[in-house]
């Protein structure tokens, strides 16, 4: 109360306001892949995120939240500061019912005649870096998962309906629905033009 803010603020002479904000919002619980090198287990298994949109007029403060969903505790994560009309991806817990994994590779396709100049012949090619990722639900639901992809530089072809490419960041966030106990698979094909002289 009053009495014990005044009281902390006589011995050190400051005092701390807090805001609290309960409300329903518009957002997601669902599986965010991004390995994170603090956490080894998030290299084969994803976080279980909060996704919302900041619906008030004002920045929401770095902070704790805690997550609801159907009136159940989730668990609870750190909020970085959120402008309005921003979206939060907020990690609280790792699911290990879900596993996944990846592999690279590299390829050349196409090829097409760039230009001829003073008796040399440019030749380009399509650069292809694919990653695939493989999912295991071994969940009793369906999962919508995020895969965090690091970008390269490179263009997306033709990307998964629904992936959010964020140059700022460097990566670029590709959705898959892995039905309940099954496997699937996530394709990402970023290309870029080689020229051959």
């Known amino acids: 109360g009053h009495e014990g803010l005044a009281r902390h603020?006589?011995?050190d002479r400051s005092a701390t306001m807090v805001m609290l904000l309960s409300r329903k919002v518009a957002g997601e619980a669902l599986f965010l892949f991004a390995p994170?090198?603090?956490v080894p287990d998030?290299?084969?298994h994803p976080f279980r995120v909060a996704r919302f949109v900041n619906q008030t007029p004002g920045v929401?403060?770095?902070g704790p939240i805690?997550?609801?969903e159907k009136e159940s505790f989730l668990g609870q994560g750190m909020l970085d500061p959120l402008p309005a009309g921003a979206t939060a991806t907020v990690?609280?817990?790792l699911e290990r019912g879900l596993a996944i994994d990846k592999e690279s590779s590299h390829d050349?396709?196409?090829e097409r005649v760039g230009k001829i100049e003073n008796g040399s012949l440019t030749i380009e090619r399509d650069s292809v870096q694919k990653t695939k990722y493989r999912i295991r639900n071994g969940g009793a639901e369906p999962a919508k998962v995020m895969v965090?992809?690091?970008r390269s530089g490179t263009r997306l072809f033709e990307p998964p309906p629904g992936t959010e490419d964020n140059v700022g960041t460097g990566t670029a966030l590709v959705p898959i629905t892995v039905p309940a106990g099954k496997n699937a698979e996530l394709v990402v094909d970023e290309r870029s033009t080689v020229r051959r002289y």
């Open 66 to 68: 805690a997550v609801f």
């Open 42 to 44: 998030s290299a084969t």
């Open 91 to 93: 990690p609280f817990a």
């Open 36 to 38: 994170d090198g603090g």
């Open 108 to 110: 050349e396709l196409g």
């Open 9 to 11: 603020g006589a011995t």
């Open 148 to 150: 965090r992809h690091p």
């Open 60 to 62: 929401l403060e770095k």
